[in-house]
């Protein structure tokens, strides 16, 4: 008798790490047709939940029934025969291969040709309103376009249930709005939609039901129809909480970083060759890039920081010294620093400890090169504390943090040190919105105390609401670089989209 069970039920889930409980007898019901956000603070154990979910990690206790029986899922195979689809943050999607050659690897048990998976393709994607042309190469897609594959790549397989990790945080607003109409649609075929997001005016607007873990345990569902997003946060964090806060517009005083006539050919088949850049940074201000992922954000941030060099020296200064020609480490002696837009590999190492990735950006040796060990424990601990980063202890591995909290120690370890000029990628992607809080108010203090910030980010709110100056990136060019106050959101999606003249760029 399917149709009068949930879909899923977990019983009492508990998945024990190491110095931590990351899900404690968890239990929660999802009904087919329903759209069941996941919430909580960073950490609070809703990646793991999903991974256990989808077989890719395996609770210690507790049981997981589909459709009214009890089942065990051992590997993300299992979980794809009973119907389940997952769509993680990060897709993994091989370049140079087509939209059909990569779905096929995710199906070599399927005995379908390329041709008959393409006309499959076809259907789904014309089905639900998501155009993909089979043929495509994976490295001529936008961002939205690969999630659309990955989202497609379930779908080929009859999916009941279909679960999205913070699928929007990649998304223009334009691209998030069509995929909530896909599942809606979904939804309203009888698909079960499991749906992480930190962005509770999204749920609010997309959900029928929200399950809220705080560390580790279920305290609460909610009917979203009828809760509001401050209760909705609320229930995440456990008190009355400020969602969001306005921060004072400054035009800084004098130019701190400036690019000029700069120009990069990628080297890169998928890069982006960026154009002829020309653009101040002042002390005291936060400049935001906006700009649809793709568009040179990478290059750019690669520019910046010296892990590629100017052709000349003098297109990138510091102060008016040229640093064009400088590697990471040379521009940090001259006072920047920099937040990637990778946490793992770039912005932390995931085997060292909390305490070495401190020790990597933030040089903390005597003269003879001794390790000054207490110094690089207090600092770790003093990012640990400052920035509420949820870990075991300092000497935890970089691997074992959730990923909002890894960002939040990422960011924390380069604002403490003060630097003169800031580049950050992202620096609130995947961080809860109390958390978010914390760093926008860092980054601010950061400016008031006379730093150049620049932040580079597809998150159009949080750039208005930091930013001083804000310009953006289509195609490896530059839009002109306007006070926040001066620009509305359409003109700012209008550059976003390449519509702007080049000769008003800054
Ligand atoms: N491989 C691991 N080893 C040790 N601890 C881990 C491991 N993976 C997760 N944890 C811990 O389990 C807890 C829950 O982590 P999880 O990634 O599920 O949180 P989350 O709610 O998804 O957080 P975020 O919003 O930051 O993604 C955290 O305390 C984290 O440090």
Known sequence: MQGHHPRLSLWNITKRYPGCIANQSVSLSVQPGEIHALLGENGAGKSTLMKIIYGVTHADEGSIIWEGKEVDIHAPTDARKLGIGMVFQHFSLFETLSVAENIALAYSESSLTIGELSEKILTVSQRYGMPLEPDRLVHTLSVGERQRLEIIRCLIQDVKLLIL???????????????????????????????????????????????????????????????????????????????????????????????????????????????????????????????????????????????????QPQQLTINGRAIGRLNPAQRRSFGMAYVPPERNGRGAIP??????????????????????????????????????????????PASSLSGGNLQKFIIGREILQ??????????????????????HEALIELRNNGAAVVIISEDLDEL???????????????????????????????????????????
């Open 418 to 439: 003060q630097p003169k000029v800031l580049i950050a990628a992202h620096p609130t992607w995947g961080v809860d919105f109390g958390s978010a809080k914390t760093i």
């Open 165 to 311: 990790d913070e699928p929007t945080s990649v998304l223009t607003p334009q691209e998030a709005d069509s995929l909530f109409d896909v599942l809606r649609a979904l939804a309203a075929e009888g698909c079960s939609i499991l749906f992480i997001s930190h962005k509770l005016n999204e749920v609010k607007a997309l959900c029928h039901k929200a399950s809220v873990l705080r560390q580790g345990q279920n305290v609460g569902e909610a009917d979203v129809a009828t809760a509001t997003v401050n209760e909705l946060a609320s229930l995440m964090v456990g008190a009355q909480t400020q969602l969001e806060r306005e921060y004072e517009k400054r035009l800084g005083s004098e130019t701190l970083l400036a690019l000029q006539g700069l120009s990069h050919v990628s080297d890169d088949p998928f890069g982006v060759s960026l154009k002829n850049l020309n653009m101040e940074i002042r002390a005291g201000e936060i400049l935001g890039i906006a700009g649809v992922a793709g568009n040179g954000q990478e290059e750019l941030f690669s520019i910046l920081s010296g892990e590629m060099l100017c052709q």
């Open 351 to 396: 085997e060292f400890s909390l305490e070495e990735n401190g020790l990597l950006t933030s040089p903390m040796t005597g003269p003879a090169g001794w390790l000054k060990l207490k110094q690089i424990r207090q600092f770790a601990n003093q990012v640990i504390s400052t920035f509420g980063v949820k870990c075991h202890h300092s000497r935890s």
């Open 464 to 506: 208005f609401q930091i930013s001083d100056r804000m310009s953006a990136l289509f195609h490896g060019r530059l839009a002109p670089v306007k006070p926040t106050t001066e620009v509305t959101i359409d003109e700012v999606g209008r550059w976003m989209a390449g519509v702007f003249d080049q000769e008003q760029a800054a």
